[in-house]
């Protein structure tokens, strides 16, 4: 049996994307920027395709939309520009997680050799941020919250409202890396007071290579890509047009179909939940239910994450030991660090991440392999009968 289990690392193309992206290769590949009618007719589409992604997030206005290469250039803008963009006016502090995107910690560590000064604010045990936390942290010359949606790794669902309101009180920027959430989770800018919110496609079986940054009006964005006019002088670079319009069927289709696909998929992760449980000393990593509803983290001690990835490959099941931006490290994962799980079980970890394809025979499947595998890796490994024998403590309960 084939199992695909690993779409937060990447979704396949849906059939409504993939036959849009066809379509718009074929008739609407003309560069919006030109005034011929190809091109006129390519920016209809573009403006079409605006006005999809600002309703599923309940934007204000279509011009709030810009397009990107995927949540990653996101990222970088949104940060770079609420830093830059305050730094005039007195404000030189960021905060954000420690468990935030490699996109979101790799430019707030390059912020910091530019000379600005960031919290990073660690979760509690069950990986949600407390927004006291995020109060206490906030300061005068604070310019940017940056907590992500929902985290890649472990799924835990931030308190994004919340932390919202408060930054809106505080008089302080929001943004959210919302890659894993959108078209997953409901979401609503204005409500939730998010300020400026990171997307990526191919998390939503879209295509990869695009996304899009959402920047309330009135927020001066700073571009990061120089050369040309396009995205109102915001972001440079001759329009995917094609891709964009993939793009937002995709979004669109996931969106309209969200609340059954929660349903679905939710009901396929509390069976993968329930059935690893069995396992002896292992651990479900995150929150219970303020989890992503496809997002499946297990630790199991005494043995390596890696080991079990290539066998259950072995087996035909496709997973991850943690974010595919980070796999060919050796490290543990940061964001399991960052909650307080000890290394030698951060090691020990897989994720499987679900999406409506599932099915519960497939589940079922991966279940009893993982258990088999487990045992055999246990079974010959001398660590583990240390920890059999007494001579080592267990770091997980039985």
């Given at each position: 049996m084939k199992v695909y289990a690993d779409n937060a690392a990447t979704t396949y193309l849906s059939k409504t994307a993939r036959e849009v992206l066809i379509d718009a290769l074929d008739n609407y590949n003309g560069n919006p920027n030109s005034l011929h009618s190809d091109g006129?007719?390519?920016?209809?589409?573009?403006?079409?395709a605006r006005e999809v992604v600002a309703k599923c997030i309940n934007?204000?206005?279509?011009?709030?939309i810009y397009f990107t290469s995927g949540g990653s250039e996101a990222d970088n803008q949104a940060l770079i520009s609420a830093a830059k963009g305050l730094k005039g006016k007195g404000k030189n502090h960021l905060i954000t997680l420690s468990i935030e995107h490699h996109?979101?910690?790799?430019?707030?560590?390059?912020?910091?050799?530019?000379?600005?000064?960031?919290?990073?604010?660690?979760?509690?045990?069950?990986?949600?941020?407390?927004?006291?936390?995020?109060r206490d942290a906030i300061r005068d010359d604070t310019a940017l919250v940056s907590i992500m949606f929902a985290n890649n790794?472990?799924?835990?669902?931030?308190?994004?409202a919340e932390i919202g309101a408060l930054c809106k009180e505080k008089g302080v920027l929001f943004h959210t890396d919302a890659v894993q959430a959108v078209a997953h989770l409901p979401i609503d800018v204005q409500e939730m007071n998010i300020d400026m919110l990171s997307l990526s496609a191919h998390k939503f079986h879209g295509p990869k290579g695009v996304g899009v940054l959402y920047a309330r009006n009135g927020i001066k964005l700073?571009?990061?890509?120089?050369?040309?006019?396009?995205?109102?002088?915001?972001?440079?670079?001759?329009?995917?047009?094609?891709?964009?319009?993939?793009?937002?069927?995709?979004?669109?289709?996931?969106c309209d179909n969200m609340e059954v696909n929660m349903k679905k998929v939710a009901a396929l992760r509390d069976r993968l939940i329930e059935g690893l449980k069995d396992i002896p000393y292992s651990k479900l990593n995150g929150d219970a239910v303020k989890r992503l509803p496809g997002n499946v983290n297990y630790s199991f001690e005494g043995v390596e994450g890696e080991s079990l990835l290539l066998s259950l490959d072995n087996e035909g099941i496709c997973c991850s030991s943690g974010s595919a931006c980070t796999s060919e490290s050796l490290e543990p994962s940061h964001v399991l660090l960052g909650m307080g799980v000890p290394i030698e079980i951060a090691h020990g970890s897989l994720r499987f991440s679900l999406d409506i394809n599932n099915t519960e025979e497939e589940i079922d499947y991966i279940v009893e392999k993982v258990k088999k595998i487990i045992a055999h890796y246990r079974e010959i490994s001398p660590y583990w009968e240390d920890l059999k024998t007494g001579k080592r403590k267990h770091c997980l309960a039985e």
């Open positions: 006129q007719l390519a920016q209809e589409k573009l403006d079409e934007a204000k206005k279509p011009n709030e996109a979101v910690l790799h430019t707030m560590a390059r912020l910091e050799k530019e000379g600005f000064e960031v919290t990073y604010l660690n979760p509690q045990s069950d990986g949600i941020v407390a927004v006291e936390d995020v790794e472990m799924g835990a669902i931030q308190p994004i700073i571009n990061v890509i120089e050369g040309g006019a396009q995205e109102r002088g915001k972001r440079a670079g001759t329009i995917n047009v094609p891709g964009i319009m993939s793009m937002a069927a995709a979004l669109k289709d996931g």
